[in-house]
């Protein structure tokens, strides 16, 4: 008894490892097989369709080259056999004779379509007429223009004939399609069982599965934690620098005051502390600009960028910002080269836009050399107004194109900060011409200069900007304004 019970509890076992082991058999086999028809599929779509593809895609080369003829025929019958004319039409013509070649490494399977024979046969019977006539358009125009439309009837048996190609092609597609079909309805079954195999081995995967989704739900409950958490700091962080911004102006402008006073007050020379106060007023206001620039780059991050808009006539606005760019470029001892004649009128902040050119200008200038020309120039383009700074300066690395409008960022990192501005002005003009729908292009090549390109649409949409709360950075209109840095506009 105690045998039977142990055969008994023995048998269950072994019938198990039979049917996993059956089981796997049959995997093999049926990927086996289903390997082996797939690469037959694979084998009748590529000999099934290679040919007839190719068929379409010179039936559509030929007529391409047909137009291509008949074209540059047009062209003599408008403007006369010149040599540049004749040279164009026996090129499309050659062209025309290798489509024709090409035909002949393809299989056509049906009777009632043109063979490559009979193309040659119809183009040379259409060269013989048109290519002598052609020699005779100043002395018999008349036979000229009679070859002429005799040859264009020719053109269009040809075109016909090409698309009668093109639709045999189409008819031999779709029948290599079928063949494939075929071929695929063959190999399904096997697949079939392939997959039957496979859920059966899937089952034993779901317990997996379910671990790790378990574990990539925590990873993602993870994860959208630590965004709100970087959203947050990045928000504590713009909040900081636009309040830092606020509470630095007053105690500025107060020592700036301060300053100036002190400088107005009689003396007699003997104080000595001139130097030190017109020091202080010097780095005050540079303080000042960088303060107002860092506020102006807080606001863009929240996406308040304060604009006003205005309807404005292009031309004299160009020349207006024209006149204050070449006071910058003397101050920095180049010379400018203008030229902003473009009749158009658009609604856009002109303040803002202007403040952008003269923030690249005042970079041209700053990096070209002494007496250098920084070239000015706008144009449209459909309803886009495009402007142009290029320099003859050193030109900027192909490393460093992608980084020039970052904050802080400073071509010539050897020069003082003083003299180099704080590379915030590129920023600002980039944020500034976003805020248009615009963008702001460089390109550059070294020792040869480089070229600031701004472009945006002279129809900008209207923004809104909310009330940040500052009635010292309010103009008369009360949307807030900032003044243009020149000294920020670093590289």
Not at 41 to 69: K, M, Y
Not at 349 to 366: F, T
Request: hydrophobic letters at 45%; glycine letters at 8%.
């Amino acid at each position: 008894m105690s045998g039977l019970g142990s055969s008994a509890r023995g048998q269950p076992w072994r019938i198990i490892i039979l049917a996993v082991g059956g089981l796997l058999a049959a995997i093999v086999v049926a990927g086996t097989v289903a390997l082996a028809i797939t690469s037959n599929v694979g084998a009748v779509t590529d000999r099934a369709l290679h040919n007839d593809v190719v068929l379409e895609d010179e039936a559509d080369d030929l007529r391409v080259a047909v137009l291509d003829v008949r074209h540059f025929q047009r062209n003599i019958l408008f403007s006369g056999p010149s040599r540049t004319a004749l040279a164009e039409f026996e090129s499309a013509y050659q062209e025309l004779l290798e489509r024709i070649e090409a035909l002949r490494l393809v299989d056509i399977d049906s009777p009632s379509v043109a063979t490559p024979d009979e193309l040659s046969a119809m183009v040379a019977a259409y060269y013989a007429d048109i290519r002598p006539a052609m020699d005779l358009y100043e002395s018999d125009r008349a036979g000229f223009d009679a070859a002429h439309e005799a040859g264009l009837a020719r053109l269009v048996d040809l075109d016909e004939a090409a698309q009668g190609l093109d639709r045999q092609g189409e008819v031999q597609a779709s029948a290599a399609l079928r063949e494939v079909e075929q071929a695929t309805d063959t190999a399904t079954f096997l697949l079939l069982l392939l997959v039957a195999g496979a859920g059966t081995a899937g089952l034993a995967l779901t317990w997996a599965a379910l671990r790790v989704l378990g574990e990539l739900r925590a990873l993602y409950a993870a994860q959208q934690e630590a965004g709100t958490r970087l959203e947050a700091a990045l928000r504590a962080k713009t909040d900081f620098v636009a309040d830092a911004s606020h509470e630095l102006r007053t105690p500025l402008t107060v020592l700036r005051g301060n300053a100036e006073i002190g400088l107005a007050l009689p003396s007699d020379g003997a104080c000595g502390h001139e130097d030190l106060l017109r020091e202080i007023v010097r780095e005050a206001a540079r303080m000042t600009r960088l303060v107002e620039d860092l506020l102006f780059l807080a606001r863009s991050d929240a996406g308040s960028v304060p604009l006003d808009f205005h309807d404005v006539s292009v031309e004299p606005w160009l020349a207006e910002v024209a006149a204050r760019a070449e006071i910058l470029t003397r101050e920095r001892g180049a010379q400018l080269e203008p030229r902003v004649r473009v009749a158009a009128a658009g609604r856009f902040d002109p303040e803002r836009v202007e403040q952008a050119i003269l923030a690249l200008i005042d970079n041209a200038a700053k990096y070209s050399p002494p007496g250098a020309l920084v070239r000015l120039s706008a144009r449209l383009e459909d309803d886009r107004l495009l402007i142009e700074i290029a320099d003859r300066g050193p030109g900027i690395a192909k490393a460093d194109l992608g980084v020039v409008f970052e904050r802080f960022h400073r071509g010539d990192k050897t020069r003082p900060r003083r003299s180099g501005g704080t590379g915030l002005g590129l920023s600002i003009a980039r944020a500034i011409m976003e805020a248009h729908d615009g963008r702001i292009v460089a390109s550059s090549e070294l020792g040869v200069g480089t070229r600031m390109t701004v472009e945006w649409p002279l129809v900008a949409r209207s923004r809104q900007a909310p009330d940040m709360g500052d009635p010292t950075m309010s103009s008369r209109d009360g949307v807030p304004r900032i003044p243009t840095s020149a000294g920020a506009a670093g590289q």
